[in-house]
T-cell receptor, first 117, second 111 residues
Framework: EAGVAQSPRYKIIEKRQSVAFWCNPI?????LYWYQQILGQGPKLLIQ????????DSQLPKDRFSAERLKGVDSTLKIQPAKLEDSAVYLC???????????????FGSGTQLSVL | SQQGEEDPQALSIQEGENATMNCSYK?????LQWYRQNSGRGLVHLIL?????REKHSGRLRVTLDTSKKSSSLLITASRAADTASYFC???????????FGSGTRLQVQP
């Protein structure tokens, strides 16, 4: 089966510019996640969608970050304006929904490496 | 905040040796998962252990879970150079539908 697709692979921008990332999950996966991974750390959840509804966005800096998942399939994550501390790898993941909401495994894309200068 | 913390932060061994990584967490969990991340790539799921299980095997991987100590260990037996990667534990807390990842252990297997 095809994996989680992300683009672009790399992005370099200057601070205060805007940037957008795209993710296409595995077909049939209702749940989609965006994680931020700063160098040397583990991934941190930014936002979780189930179909096209937001389940958890408690750690999303909403003054500058936004995300949408129209039609419950692919998703975009936007940063506007970017700050130096936003330099990180942005990972998209997807999973099937378990009827008891106990977590099954996540499938990750290769990520977008963002450098803010 | 990160629920799981791995120990050690970095580990270097020779090919053929066993590698053991530990994960400690703070709250009760439904299950615990381990993931591997090769440099510049996304994470790959290795194994899931539920809170009512104590040990699980998958190929050269052995995972244990001690809910009374809130800790888990991942053992990789007969390591290979291809096992060089970062390893993360991830937990889900009851009532919160999000996986929380630890800070990871960087494993280097010398050929």
């Amino acid at each position: 089966e095809a994996g989680v697709a992300q683009s672009p692979r790399y992005k370099i921008i200057e601070k205060r510019q805007s940037v957008a990332f795209w993710c296409n999950p595995i077909s049939g996966h209702a749940t989609l996640y965006w994680y931020q991974q700063i160098l040397g750390q583990g991934p941190k959840l930014l936002i979780q969608f189930q179909n096209n509804g937001v389940v958890d966005d408690s750690q999303l800096p909403k003054d500058r970050f936004s995300a949408e998942r129209l039609k419950g399939v692919d998703s975009t994550l936007k940063i506007q304006p970017a700050k130096l501390e936003d330099s990180a790898v942005y990972l998209c993941a997807s999973s099937l929904v378990h009827r008891n909401y106990f977590y099954e495994k996540l499938f990750f894309g290769s990520g977008t490496q963002l450098s803010v200068l | 905040s990160q629920q799981g913390e791995e120990d050690p932060q970095a580990l270097s061994i020779q090919e053929g040796e066993n590698a053991t990584m530990n994960c400690s967490y703070k709250t009760s969990i439904n299950n615990l998962q381990w993931y591997r991340q090769n440099s510049g790539r996304g994470l790959v799921h290795l194994i899931l252990i539920r809170s009512n299980e104590r040990e699980k095997h998958s190929g050269r991987l052995r995972v244990t879970l001690d809910t009374s100590k809130k800790s888990s260990s991942l053992l990789i037996t007969a390591s290979r150079a291809a096992d060089t990667a970062s390893y993360f534990c991830a937990t889900d807390e009851p009532g919160r539908r999000a996986l929380t990842f630890g800070s990871g252990t960087r494993l280097q297997v010398q050929p």
